[in-house]
């Protein structure tokens, strides 16, 4: 369950997660990045639905551009960079080998 909460602490909504969800992210204005150990889903909180759906390894990091034109969904071994509301991958690296390096999105 995702309790909607006030600033004074008090619950306004309850919304039942259509997936089992690990982490929980900003997803834009009334919505809500929900990550499981098989997808990424961007949920409408106020429509009830989901706006789209991504087959990934588990994200741990969402890091969003300076405009919120674009997203960046960073796992363990794996990064994907997309359109919010269009989920088809502009990107995505897949590495399995350890990195002493870090991945930069501008």
Same mark, same amino acid.
């Given at each position: ?14 919304? $039942? ?13 009334? =919505? !809500?990045?929900? *990550? *499981? ?15 789209? /759906? ?10 969003? *551009? @300076?405009?919120? =034109?674009?997203? @960046? !969904?960073?796992?363990?071994? =794996? ?6 509301? /269009? ?12 990195? $002493? ?6």
């Amino acid at each position: 369950m995702i309790e909607i909460r006030d600033l004074s602490n008090t619950i306004v909504k309850t919304i $039942k997660a259509p997936v089992v969800t690990n982490e929980i992210f900003y997803g834009g204005t009334a =919505s !809500l990045i929900l *990550s *499981s150990t098989t997808s990424v889903v961007l949920y409408d909180i106020q429509q009830g639905k989901i706006l789209a /759906e991504l087959n990934s390894p588990p994200v741990k990091y969402v890091v969003w *551009s @300076a405009d919120n =034109s674009l997203v @960046a !969904l960073l796992g363990k071994h =794996s990064a994907f960079l997309l359109h919010p509301c /269009e989920y088809p991958c502009l990107m995505s690296v897949n590495s399995y080998h350890r990195r $002493k390096q870090k991945l930069l999105v501008e």
